[in-house]
């Protein structure tokens, strides 16, 4: 980072807070956009929000500004300290996940050794929020929302991190930086111009990273904690204005980063055929665009699934996740590991 | 039994009563939890409070009445013409085929037999009916489980068949289309091209549900051996329509029972399914819907001519006597028994709903199941709030 | 060819859908027309009405207020006795009430009631729904000439 060598450490910690503090809003506004409103109406042959800017594009605009507005309610009986907490939890894991996501040879937050690591131990702490809100509501609804939101998270937790297991051992490395170089320096059979992208010899931890991210996002089909149709909206059912902004922002800034860890480490990350793997400018600007062009294609899948299929119920996921996505996700580390130690 | 020692016999039973002691301290009470009257799951003012262990029910009371309108005692004022337009809202997804067993109460005793060109519409009506009320519930049963984009389907396939009601009757939801001895008007130049053109969308529309809903494996792992009624308890509880087709009767009174209307004259067939879970009920009623498209093309194709509307007095008073007439509506056997003193109304009404029996299974069927399945349950036993309290 | 898995057959469902174009119609800027059978709203033709109050007795929520007097009108022909007419006063109906059933307009022994498909009379006044005579009387000018009817249709003699 040449820019950063010349500024003192709380000009480049100020700078990089600052900077997340922009990225996640907007990615997050980016998603609801493109995803919840746009593609899910057209998926639905509806169009979606029409009036506010050309194409309903300011619509986000109008429902921030209705959230802020709104009164700030919590029942009675509610903890409230816990129940105010909550939401700040849950948006806190989703803004520590973009710390360790590179956009380019020099634009990263912080690039930790133990990035992915880091990511993932970071995203669980959402749980930890959503606990919270369930317990705190002092509502039915939410409470076994919260319990079952719990209970799944920790569920898919193993298969998430099991099926990066696959890929780091593949990358020989922790950081995410050092996953993309990785595959940017990779070969196909001798063809080394498009690098290796991991999704091809990691595509049973590709697909194993996206069930279990659908699960951790809640998502259909693991929606079972917020099911609309039974629990209304579970943990988050007696969260008003606010409060459930930042929810609602911890869901979709999370769908981001997941997107955007899920093609860091199996499409490349921001890595393209002829950028420098060493810096410079050009790296640089191009690589940001690289990264979220193949985080939207990834969210897209992630979406595409969300409004077509049904949800399972909660027993039903619970087997899924550990009769299926756990073995599977340990054969695949056992493969993984078998052709590391042969090649 | 080998022989115990006292020690031992008393270290038993001492083991006993503490272990007991200790369930008794562990034990929790259930939890209620009111499922409604406010809940996306009840389409509308439904209120069933379950007693739940962790997520299992424990014993599920269905609470109805929040939208009772009293339509048995308003018949009980008002004429016939007018009765007409009130029963139209009982099942509101379905209206016109409310008023057709009224009427056909009402021309029975009255001796009056409308001409078959107006049989046949009244037939063609009915069906679409059918088909604008199960569409939705096609896609209803996709929100309940999760898959919104269903419902939207079903939304905008529905569209085309109401047009074509409100083309003819100029109520969409609500046609008023029913008379004593025939029917309001006949029908607008091209209608009956038309209507052929929806029934083909229509099919479509069910081809789509079939592989978006239908054939999903989690829909599937969702709705399969869940909510088994079995036939005798279906009979027990007096189900009726596909509830107890699904359960594996043959029993269709479009088929079974005498009615002046013209399914006699077209090709069909009755569908069942032997296992009597969710997924029966939702496959039963697919295949009704295709069934029901096939009816109303047949239905077209063989439309008689003719006037539409017998000899009818002016004043509709019906001459004293009881008639009890049923029909096969979507959602089962809804039937009126008519009493009539020879006024300009009825004496009295009483109307045989099918949500209102379908729904009393809900304690029976719910016994046990967990709460997620509460509502795939609600859902392929498919009530309509207005058909439950009327 | 096997039998691709349901979940692959959804996602191709919503997928196709995603790419035909949506069927809103996006209403203020863009109006459906209403087929001309359509209950939209009930027109009056008052010269036709006669004051029989049928309509408001047959109405079922009674929604129709009509007030009447009687009065001489000169003779049809030269020499004849002066008639006996009734006058319109007032002839209100109450949309909030309306359930627009219909009935008005078929008991209606003088064709002075008829449906419009015009539908957009929605007022943030609920007061404002009751339309007076003056009102029922423009909306003449929307009611369509009667279709014509299927082939096989008996037509009606009046």
């Not at chain 1, 191009?286 to 939207?296: D, E, N, R, Y």
Request: charged share 20%; net charge negative.
């Amino acid at each position: 980072m040449t820019l950063a060598l010349e500024l003192a450490y709380w000009q480049q910690l100020a700078i990089k807070v600052l900077a997340i503090l922009v990225i996640v809003p907007t990615a997050t506004a980016i998603i609801v956009q493109t995803f919840l409103f746009k593609m899910m109406a057209h998926m639905q042959s509806r169009l979606g929000p029409m009036e506010a800017g050309p194409h309903g594009t300011l619509q986000l605009m109008a429902d921030g500004a209705k959230f802020v507005q709104k009164e700030l309610l919590a029942p009675a009986r509610a903890d409230r300290r816990v129940f105010t907490l909550a939401p700040v939890v849950v948006l806190l894991s989703t803004f520590l996940l973009f710390v360790v996501i590179p956009a380019g040879p020099g634009i990263v937050a912080e690039n930790l050794d133990l990035g992915i690591f880091f990511a993932l131990a970071v995203s669980s702490i959402s749980v930890l929020g959503v606990l919270m809100a369930g317990w705190a509501s002092a509502n039915k609804y939410a409470l076994m929302g919260g319990l079952r939101a719990a209970g799944q998270l920790i569920a898919y937790e193993l298969p998430l991190v099991l099926a990066v297991v696959g890929v780091v051992i593949q990358a020989g490395d922790l950081s995410l930086q050092g996953i993309v170089r990785a595959q940017a320096e990779g070969e196909i059979f001798g063809f080394g111009l498009i690098g290796l992208p991991f999704v091809l010899t990691q595509f049973l931890g590709f697909a194993l990273f996206l069930i279990a991210t659908q699960a951790e996002l809640t998502q259909p089909p693991f929606d079972m904690p917020v099911a609309e149709s039974e629990l209304v909206a579970g943990f988050q059912v007696e969260y008003s204005g606010l409060q459930f902004l930042y929810f609602y922002l911890g869901e979709f800034g999370a769908a981001f980063a997941f997107s955007a860890l899920a093609a860091t480490m199996f499409l490349g990350g921001w890595w393209v055929p002829g950028l420098d793997l060493e810096g410079g400018l050009l790296a640089n600007v191009v690589g940001p665009v690289v990264l979220f062009a193949k985080t939207m294609a990834v969210a897209f899948v992630i979406f595409w699934i969300r409004f077509t299929y049904p949800r399972l119920r909660e027993d039903q996921l619970q087997s899924f996740a550990w009769k299926y996505l756990i073995p599977l996700s340990l054969v695949n580390i056992l493969v993984t590991g078998a052709f590391k130690v042969i090649f | 039994m080998s022989m115990l020692t006292e020690h031992q016999q008393r270290a038993y039973i001492g083991g006993q009563a503490a272990e007991a002691r200790v369930n008794l301290e562990l034990e929790t009470d259930g939890m209620t939890l009111n499922i409604g009257p406010q809940h996306p799951a009840t389409h509308g003012t439904l209120r069933i409070i379950t007693r739940l262990d962790g997520e299992q029910v424990i014993s599920a009371e269905p609470v109805m009445g929040y939208m009772h309108r009293g339509y048995e005692k308003l018949t009980e004022v008002r004429t016939y013409p007018q009765i007409n337009t009130l029963i139209n809202r009982i099942d509101w997804l379905s209206s016109f085929a409310n008023e057709v067993p009224f009427i056909l109460a009402a021309e029975r005793l009255m001796e009056i037999e409308a001409p078959p060109r107006a049989q046949w519409i009244r037939t063609i009506f009915f069906e679409l009916s059918r088909i604008a009320n199960i569409t939705l519930f096609l896609g209803e049963m996709g929100v309940q489980l999760g898959a919104i984009t269903a419902v939207f389907y079903a939304f905008r396939d529905r569209e085309h068949v109401l047009n074509q009601i409100e083309a003819a009757t100029g109520g969409r939801f609500h046609p008023n289309y029913d008379r004593i001895g025939g029917l309001k008007e006949d029908l607008p130049k091209g209608w009956v091209a038309e209507t052929k053109s929806v029934m083909a969308k229509v099919r479509d529309f069910c081809d789509e549900m079939e592989t978006l809903v239908g054939t999903n494996e989690i829909f599937e792992t969702r709705t399969r051996g869940i909510g088994v009624i079995p036939v005798e308890v279906a009979l027990g509880y007096g189900l009726s329509g596909a509830n107890i087709r699904a359960s594996g009767l043959d029993w269709d009174l479009r088929r079974d029972s005498d009615t002046p209307l013209a399914w006699k004259e077209v090709d069909w067939k009755v569908w069942t399914h032997p296992d009597g879970d969710s997924f029966a009920r939702y496959w039963v009623r697919l295949q009704e819907t295709r069934e029901a498209t096939l009816i109303v093309d047949q239905l077209l194709d063989g439309l008689p001519a003719g006037p539409i509307m017998a000899k009818v007095p002016r004043i509709i008073k019906v001459p004293p006597g009881e008639a009890w007439v049923a029909t096969e509506n979507p959602l089962g056997e809804m039937g009126y028994y008519l009493v009539s003193k020879g006024d300009l109304g009825p004496f009295r009404v009483k109307i045989r709903t099918p949500s209102f029996n379908n729904i009393s299974i809900v304690p029976w069927v719910l016994k046990g199941v967990y709460v997620p399945d509460v509502i795939t349950i609600l859902a392929s036993l498919y009530f309509i709030l207005g058909d439950i309290d009327r | 060819m096997p039998e691709l898995p349901g979940l692959m057959k959804g996602l191709n469902v919503t997928l196709r859908t995603m790419l035909r174009p949506a069927v809103t119609t996006q209403y203020p800027h863009v109006k459906e027309a209403p087929p001309s059978r359509a209950r939209g709203v009930i027109a009056l033709k008052e010269e036709n009405c006669t004051v029989c109050m049928l309509c408001a007795r047959q109405c079922p929520v009674w929604c129709i207020y009509i007030e009447g007097h009687k009065t001489k009108a000169p003779p049809r022909r030269a020499g004849g006795k002066p008639r006996t007419v009734q006058l319109l006063d007032r002839f209100d109906i109450d949309y909030s009430l309306c359930m627009y059933c219909g009935i008005c307009v078929e008991v209606c022994p003088f064709d002075a009631l008829f449906w419009s498909p015009e539908y957009e009379y929605s007022e943030p006044h609920i007061a404002d729904l009751l339309h007076d005579k003056d009102r029922l009387g423009q909306w003449m000018e929307a009611v369509p000439e009667p279709e014509p009817l299927e082939a096989g249709a008996v037509a009606k003699k009046k």
